[in-house]
């Protein structure tokens, strides 16, 4: 399993959001691309990094950070946050991230996402599903869809998409947990995704539980900011 910290950029600074409110936000005294200097010398080869500006701005903002952390580190990072088409996917991927999530755009504009997989191909692209009692939600996890979880991803794997990103948006940024009941539930259905778990983890046990699940990755935020899993604890798991 890999583990994938999280890096989500507001004004060029760390922050962490409560269940994706932008009212509660925390602030982290820590330059992103330092932290994630800091996060490879620990043996971490993945990043997950979010432009909260341009998920507002509805386009990419922060992307001198996502150059920043490619140029000085060899980390593999995906970006998520206001990409809306194939032109801005390429000047991601130019940038330097080695995969783009694909969020509300997949419900909002399901043909796009679907010309994103073709012109890319279906390593570079990330589904994103941020869910809440299995219904799927978007606009910063403040609109409920019609879409049901297991149909959103029925259709997805139907059309190629190998990579799913899942948060439990009711656990997110509250460090109570992983979703792994659901996670397990995913992978009985869809034995061959590639599944990245995100939202709650807390503590090592969280890992463990994950790893026995079967994840592709675990996304991990909150907790390494605030060293409730430490970078030492860390390095057990990115051997």
Known sequence: MRIIPAIDIMEGRCVRLVQGDFQQKKVYDRDPVEYALRLQ??????????DLDGARAGHPVNLSVLENICKKTRL????GGGV??????????DTGATQVTAGSMAVRDPDTVLLWLERFGPEKIILGADVKNEQVYIDGWK??????????????????????????IARDGLLQGSAVALYRKILKRFPG????????????DDLDRLIRA??????????????????????????
Request: aromatic fraction near 10%.
């Open 84 to 93: 809306k088409d194939g032109d801005g996917v390429q000047q991601v991927l």
């Open 214 to 239: 079967g994840v592709e990755g675990a996304i991990v935020g909150k907790a390494l900011l605030e060293n409730k899993i430490t970078l030492k604890q860390l390095k057990n798991y990115v051997g």
């Open 41 to 50: 010398e620990a043996g971490v080869r993945s990043l997950h990094l979010v």
């Open 143 to 168: 609109t409920r869809t019609q879409w049901n979880l297991f149909d959103f991803l029925d259709f997805y794997t139907r059309k190629g998409i190998q990579y799913v990103v899942c948060t439990d």
């Open 193 to 204: 995704m590639k599944l990245i778990a995100s939202g709650g983890i807390h503590q090592t």
């Open 76 to 79: 593999k990072v995906d970006f």
